[in-house]
Antibody, heavy 120, light 110 residues
């Protein structure tokens, strides 16, 4: 079955960077892309960006374009999200989500989420 | 401030029918289909509805969706206690060139 397993919770200081991983299994990694979506405490969902599992093509939300780097390692079927210049308002749960075959922006499977806490 | 607008809360008693609205603009709902996600407490979101009114495999037909112009609705009939969750609408936005979400509606089953 399709599974997306994310790395564990992180505590970071303002100005630092964080990298969250998302290991996929149960499907051909190169056939689907991965999006990253975050959810601040008590808030809604916010799309950050997408990376193709096939050719590494990337789309970023304008808000995050300057601070986010998305990468993949096809040999391990793992996607990575690096967020730089962390601020307190980056404290959130970060999810990876697979893009459906019906459209990459339709998220049919989700990781369990990774809490990133930014605090001095 | 979310691009799509949802009521923050909704409620109903077991067996009732409830509806959750989602309002957008011409650049998102007005020109693209709407998807819905269900997020149970403390868990990741789950795809509940796509292309306005299509249910993924395993989603009961108690859930239905509709769209009209720049608004969409999710209806849940025969309300059950385990329907208690946050519900999010989403759509592609042509101006932002990416998917956008509503702020979420917390459904309480009384």
């Amino acid at each position: 079955q399709v599974q997306l397993v994310q790395s564990g919770a992180e505590v970071k200081k303002p100005g630092a960077s964080v990298t969250v991983s998302c290991k996929a299994s149960g499907y051909p990694f190169s056939s689907y892309g991965i999006s990253w979506v975050r959810q601040a405490p008590g808030q809604g969902l916010e799309w950050m960006g997408w990376i193709s599992g096939y050719d590494g093509k990337i789309k970023y939300a304008q808000k995050f374009q300057a601070r986010v780097i998305l990468t993949t390692d096809t040999s391990t079927s793992t996607a990575y999200m690096e967020l730089r210049g962390l601020r307190s308002d980056d404290t959130a749960v970060y999810y990876c989500a697979r893009g459906s075959s019906r459209g990459w922006f339709l998220f049919d499977f989700w990781g369990q989420g990774t809490l990133v806490n930014v605090s001095s | 401030q979310s691009v799509l607008t949802q009521p923050p809360s909704a409620s109903g008693t077991p067996g009732q029918r409830v509806t959750i609205s989602c309002s957008g603009s011409n650049s998102n709902i007005g020109s693209n289909s709407v998807n819905w996600y269900q997020q149970l407490s403390g868990t990741a979101p789950k795809l509940l509805m796509f292309s306005n009114n299509q249910r993924p495999s395993g989603v009961p037909d108690r859930f239905s969706g509709s769209k009209s112009r720049t608004s969409a609705s999710l209806a849940i009939s025969g309300l059950q206690s385990d329907d208690e969750a946050d519900y999010y609408c989403a759509a592609w936005d042509d101006s932002l060139n990416g998917p956008v979400f509503g702020g979420g509606t917390k459904l309480t089953v009384l």
